[in-house]
């Protein structure tokens, strides 16, 4: 059993797609068993992760699969060979958590769906097994593999279930995200092709394993992506292009300032359940590509250009809240906000610190967790006025009550409270980004310091938002009746009772989800570090 | 030294007992709203009592710590210690027994109020957060519960939700404090990268004096500015009294304004002289404008909030001058005479409410010239307020007095017998007592003593709102604090030792009071209520319009300028890639449509009439084909015999 | 005695005749004519030759076949004539193209 807890944990929800296929469109109400019951089983395959993992080091792979998936001998061309490879480390280990979370929750919230229910659920259980396959693949191949396989039904779920501008918005988010993925399988390419299998010194095989490939040693002597004799491409090395490649690839998806213009329209147009995949999960995909990809296995140009990250980094956190404050939608501005928050990510992997990189994977986590509340928020007010402009409204707080209870818990969650898991993660990121000059020298200390200023924008748009929208005197735009405002259901608060404990758990009691990360963090940090000194000393 | 266990358990009781009020505020089904009163407290007399025993049980001078591990990352330990010293327990007695005493007057104030539930329970949590600052031993925990508390003011200020005065307050108050937050934080972003550690034990011990320290703690006095309202940050003081004016009193008066002050208190071992002296700076203008201010507002708590940003700033002038003692001693006198004016004020306002709604009648109730010869109405409340305010003003044989002499002789041992522009912190501070003296007087006069055209039926507050209010004005007396009246010695004074004195100051002060008192008289009495002010003074230097100018507006028309980069930049050039691909799709489906399929439609074009061509020949018509074959052959002879 | 060439000439000159009989004329009647004068060009030929080799008969015996031939086909010929007549009520050749199309 336990060998195989991670790929059930994958095909849990594909083979109930599967099955989907043969129950009838009418059947609404089996569709919304189906997906609890499968929250279920994989809350319960994570259990056993849990109690199967107790005691390990999470900085190693823990309870790996590796199956050959295909092989091809090309003659003098070497062996075309590719793995079905799964693993978890303790980054694997919180963002798959954080994905059957948020797929629990997001599974309730689709209940409101009413357009053709089959295809809706069928996707998104395959969305939800590519994203875990995502954060467990350790084949570049296998992870690209899920990583396009996440695209097609977020692409269908925006685009037929989503709101007046959804076409625009799903064809933006497709290409945005395929132009990333170009890059990112360009530099597949090369690095296969510069990469032999050390499992089987006699033969020249290829291999597509990540762990392979964060190991010097593995580059063929000569080919375009070895470290050592590097081939030089334009004013560069290519190892430095195969880095910028990964990296703009990866900050797409993440979004960082200036290619996130996709979030905002392709948040503002899907459904509720979607935007709360797309922001808590998806975007996470971007910086789990980085953690994973972008800076182990190019550790010596990431070094050298972890400025540039950061630079990005605080860019986005700024312009981000900036936006943010600039928006008259309230989905729009919280699709900033996220902007703003995931620079925090970025800040924190480029100061490659235990803290800083802590901080960045406390931050994902975190604001899985209470992205996915903003856009429930945003949610129930669409569900019942189908209007979201700000200004539409005020003094909402006499109407609904524990609404406002939950909007003001959230907000302030969001703008990094203490006692909330956002204030663990950004404290985190920050003072691993500020004594990364004089830890590491990799950037600068002005970088966090402005960093800082996201801290106060993020309170400025939040309380501007609440004040106009919840304080004062009540008032709403003549269209809506005032009886569409109906307080949160027995469901709704089934959604934000949980969010609203864990945001809470992971920001008294950190230790609990640090187990996990730390080891991770530290080993990341010596590795990179590492592995940087010995290639820019040879 | 570090035996804690004794401890645990009332320290467990004192903290624990407020954040259980908290909890169960949020329990009580909304029927049963008048129990959260009761039970609230009945949890903060608990937790006042604790800290009474531990008050008795631990003597000055001793110290212990409990360990508490929080989180670790990598090697770094993040402890939750908790310390317990004179400061901590001192303070600890103060916001128990003031927040106790504001719980017990809000069951008058706040009666058949709508949010009861979500006042109380803020009030819970308030004291729970603020406990939390004063025990922390670690910076970083010092910080969580500082934000806390800006948390719970936001909240208490923002209470009546749907005014829009108090919402604009709250959001003002929490800005401004997030403002000198981040300053907080990048100080700890400095000793971090420097040390690695939060743990003030360790820090407060260097060996040596670093260069950083002087930035780091410049940064930490950001915070201090931001909560203890000082230049440039005080204009969101005034504003928060839009709250119910018992969370004034507790919060914006007593303690959670004064917990910049303890901060730098706690922290001044790490201040480097230059930090200090910028210190010492900022806290008189601040004690100077904002005294400036309270002589000419009109609004009884607007005097009461730039009266206590001006004592703030004399404590941490204080703190500038190298005598946290004196600064924390001023701040014990000042949270007990402030919380009696501000609840006593409150007393004032609620009875002329309650008058005015019997009467019919609609006037401000807040403005002080409305007022006026309430002394005959409200004997008590009248006691009380006079008791409070001569404190505040340093009249001798009042707390105030005490606290305030120790603060200047501080300064006057600082500023040293050369004349230096230390001089200039010392003259200012007279002056401040004398301006002091006279807005007290000032509002004094104008509530109790003018007379007034209106004749409402004023009575008296209920017994439950005047049992704190006669507890405070006893506390503001001498005795509570020291058994000497001019020189502190003894009772709590003990527990803040080697407060400076010198019987010159003493002299040189009552004589500063006597003259200003006697100005005041002569000014106020006479010229009663057309006594005229400033706008510019009024409205805190119109601080609140510069910000508007150099950082609201800059900040809206940078949002603008992202919007439109977002819009029109970054979207526009991916509409133009797009509309540029579409554009060259277009121009490759043209060349499609007409020269490559016109290339294919040509040779068609060309086989068919070919074809046409050839099978004109074949119609069937026999004679035709022998023609044809006929003339075949005659021409293949033809070749073949020429 | 006539040269042979001369012969020739007549038989040529007959031959083209039956053949302008035949591309030219529309009755299917003057057309077996024109093969009837093809043939007789051709007997004229074999004749013509025979005059080679006197000895042999060859020329002679031909043409006596041809004749013979000749006179078949005519019947052959002009009986299908007949029929084609009495189906399509015409004997002109340009009206009875089946093969078209």
Not at chain 1, 188 to 212: C, G, K
Not at chain 1, 430 to 439: E, I, Q, Y
Not at chain 2, 589 to 607: K, M, Q
Request: with cysteine; charged share 10%.
């Amino acid at each position: 059993m336990s060998q195989y807890l991670l790929t059930a944990l994958i095909f849990t929800p594909v083979a109930a797609a599967l099955l989907g296929l043969f129950i009838p469109d009418t059947s609404k109400s089996s569709f919304r068993t189906l997906t609890l019951v499968i929250s279920a089983i994989q809350i319960a395959l994570l259990v056993f992760v849990i109690a199967q993992t107790r005691g390990s080091s999470f900085s190693a792979i823990l309870l790996s699969e590796k199956v050959t998936w295909f092989s091809l001998d090309l003659g003098e061309w070497g062996v075309l060979q590719a793995e079905y490879f799964v693993g978890m480390d303790g980054l694997s280990f919180s963002m798959v958590t954080l994905t059957v979370l948020v797929m629990s929750i997001a599974g309730i919230s689709s209940w409101t769906i009413d357009k053709n229910v089959k295809g809706y659920f069928i996707l998104l259980w395959i969305l939800n097994g590519a994203i875990v396959g995502t954060f467990v693949a350790l084949d570049f191949l296998l992870f690209y593999l899920f990583f396009e396989f996440m695209l097609l039904p977020m692409y269908f779920l925006i685009g037929i279930w989503g709101g007046a501008k959804r076409e625009y918005a799903s064809i933006k988010f497709l290409l945005y995200t395929l132009l990333g993925s170009i890059l990112i399988l360009i530099v597949l390419i090369a690095l296969y092709i510069s990469m032999r299998n050390p499992e089987m010194p006699d033969q020249l095989v290829h291999t597509f394993n990540m762990l392979h490939m964060t190991d010097v040693l593995n580059y063929i002597p000569g080919s375009i992506l070895n470290p050592a004799q590097p081939w030089i491409i334009g004013p560069q090395t290519a190892r430095w292009w195969a880095f910028l490649f990964v990296l703009i690839g990866f900050a797409i998806k993440l979004p960082a300032v200036p290619f996130h213009t996709w979030l905002p329209d392709a948040h503002v147009e899907a459904p509720t359940p979607i935007s709360v995949i797309l922001a808590a999960l998806l975007l996470k995909v971007g910086a789990y590509g980085l953690l994973r990809i972008a800076y182990p296995i190019f550790p010596d140009v990431a070094t050298t250009l972890s400025w540039f990250v950061a630079l990005i980094g605080v860019i986005s956190i700024v312009y981000g809240a900036l936006n943010a404050l600039a928006s008259k939608d309230l989905k729009r501005l919280i699709a900033y906000s996220s902007v703003s928050h995931m620079g925090f990510v970025m800040l924190g992997l480029a100061s490659v610190t235990t803290e800083g990189v802590s901080g960045a994977v406390y931050q994902l986590f975190s604001h899985g967790i209470i992205s996915a509340m903003l856009f429930l928020i945003a949610g129930v007010l669409y569900d019942r006025t189908l209007d979201r402009t700000i200004i539409n409204y005020s003094g909402l707080s006499s109407k609904m009550p524990v609404y406002f209870t939950v909007v003001l818990i959230t907000f302030f969650a969001s703008l990094g409270l203490p006692g909330f898991s956002g204030f663990i993660a950004e404290i985190m990121v920050l003072l691993g980004a500020f004594r990364s000059f004089s830890a590491n020298g990799l950037i600068h200390e002005s970088f966090a310091i402005v960093a800082t200023l996201g801290l106060i924008l993020g309170a400025a748009y939040y309380l501007w938002t609440l004040q106009r929208m919840f304080f004062g005197p009540f008032y709403m735009k003549s269209e809506i009746k005032p009886d569409q405002l109906i307080d949160l259901d027995k469901r709704e608060y089934s959604m934000f009772l949980p969010l609203i404990l864990l945001a809470l758990l992971f920001g008294i009691f950190p230790q609990i989800l640090l187990d996990y990360i730390n080891p991770f963090a530290q080993h990341f940090t010596e590795s990179v570090l590492q592995t940087a000194r010995s290639l820019q000393t040879p | 030294m570090d035996s804690s266990a004794p401890f645990d358990l009332l320290i467990g009781l004192i903290v624990l007992a407020p954040l259980a009020s908290f909890l169960l505020c949020h329990v009580i089904p909304d029927r049963y709203s008048w129990l959260v009163t009761i039970a609230a407290t009945v949890f903060l007399l608990v937790s006042t009592i604790s800290s009474l025993v531990l008050f008795f049980s631990v003597s000055p001078n001793e110290s212990h710590i409990i360990q508490l591990e929080w989180f670790r990352v990598g090697p770094y330990s993040f402890n939750g210690n908790l310390e317990i010293n004179n400061l901590s327990v001192l303070m600890m007695l103060l916001v128990t027994m003031i927040s106790f005493l504001v719980h017990l007057y809000s069951i008058g104030y706040m009666a058949g109020e709508a949010g009861i539930r979500r006042y109380f329970a803020m009030l819970g949590f308030f004291t729970f957060s603020m406990l939390g600052l004063i025990l922390s031993d670690n910076l970083l925990a010092i910080f969580f519960c500082w934000e806390l508390v800006g948390f719970s003011s936001y909240l208490l200020i923002g209470h009546w939700l749907e005014k829009p005065a108090a919402a604009k307050a709250a959001q003002k108050a929490f800005l401004f404090n997030r403002i000198g937050d981040v300053g907080f934080l990048i100080g700890l972003m400095i000793v971090w990268a420097n040390t690695q550690t939060f743990n003030l034990r360790e820090l407060l011990h260097l060996q040596e004096v670093y260069s950083w320290q002087t930035a780091a703690s410049l940064c930490i006095f950001c915070g201090v500015i931001g909560k203890s309202a000082q230049f440039p940050l005080y204009t969101w003081l005034s504003d928060a009294m839009e709250g119910p004016i018992p969370v004034s009193a507790l919060i914006h008066a007593a303690t959670m304004v004064a917990a910049g002050v303890f901060l730098l208190a706690r922290v001044f071992q790490l201040f480097t002289p230059t930090a200090l002296d910028v210190v010492a700076v900022v806290g008189m203008v601040t004690a100077l404008l904002a005294g400036i201010s309270a002589l000419n507002q009109f609004d009884i708590k607007k005097i009461l909030a730039y009266s206590t940003i001006s004592q703030l700033g004399l404590m941490v002038t204080a703190v500038g001058v190298g005598s946290e003692k004196a600064a924390m001693f001023h701040l014990v006198t000042h949270a007990l005479f402030k919380a009696c004016l501000f609840l006593a004020a409150g007393a004032v306002i609620h009875s002329i409410h309650q008058a005015q709604s019997l009467d019919h009648e609609n006037f401000d109730a807040q403005d002080i010239r409305n007022m006026g010869g309430l002394r005959k109405n409200l004997p008590t409340t009248f006691l009380v307020f006079v008791a409070a305010a001569a404190s505040l003003a340093g009249i001798p044989l009042f707390a105030g007095f005490l606290s305030k002499d120790s603060l200047i002789t501080a300064i006057w041992i600082w500023s040293g017998n050369l004349f230096s522009w230390h001089w200039m912190i010392l003259i200012s501070a007279f002056a401040l007592t004398s301006i002091t003296v006279l807005y007290t007087f000032r509002m004094v006069w104008f509530i109790f003593f003018s007379k007034t055209e209106s004749n409402l039926s004023v009575t008296e507050s209920p017994w439950i709102m005047r049992i704190p209010l006669v507890f405070l004005a006893i506390a503001s007396s001498w005795l509570f604090i020291s058994i000497n009246p001019f020189k502190p010695t003894g009772w709590i004074a003990l527990w803040i030792n080697e407060l400076p004195h010198s019987n010159l100051v003493t002299i040189i002060s009552i004589a500063i009071i006597i003259l200003s008192l006697l100005f005041a008289w002569s000014r106020y009495s006479v010229k009663n209520k057309s006594a005229t002010t400033i706008l510019f003074f009024q409205q805190g230097f119109q601080l609140d319009s510069l910000y508007k100018l150099i950082i609201e507006k800059p900040i809206i028309k940078l949002t603008a300028v992202a919007e439109t980069t977002d819009r029109k930049w970054i979207d526009g050039v991916l509409h133009l890639t797009a509309y540029t691909q579409v554009s060259i799709a277009h121009i490759i489906a043209w060349f499609d449509t007409y020269i490559v399929d016109g290339l294919v439609h040509v040779t068609v074009w060309l086989t068919q009439q070919t074809g046409s061509f050839t099978r004109s020949f074949q119609g069937g018509k026999i004679q035709l084909y022998i023609f044809w074959a006929v003339l075949g052959l005659i021409i293949f002879l033809f070749f073949l015999l020429i | 005695m006539f040269p042979t060439e001369h012969i020739l000439y007549l038989s040529v000159f007959l031959f083209s005749i039956g053949l302008m009989v035949i591309i030219i004329k529309k009755n299917a009647i003057m057309v077996l004519l024109g093969i009837e004068l093809l043939l007789n060009a051709s007997n004229l030929n074999l004749i013509a030759f025979n005059r080679l080799q006197p000895e042999l008969f060859t020329g002679q015996i031909f043409s006596l076949f041809v004749i013979v031939v000749a006179v078949c086909e005519a019947a052959v010929g002009l009986a299908i004539v007949l029929r084609v007549y009495k189906h399509y009520q015409t004997s002109v050749l340009n009206e009875i193209s089946e093969l078209k199309e």
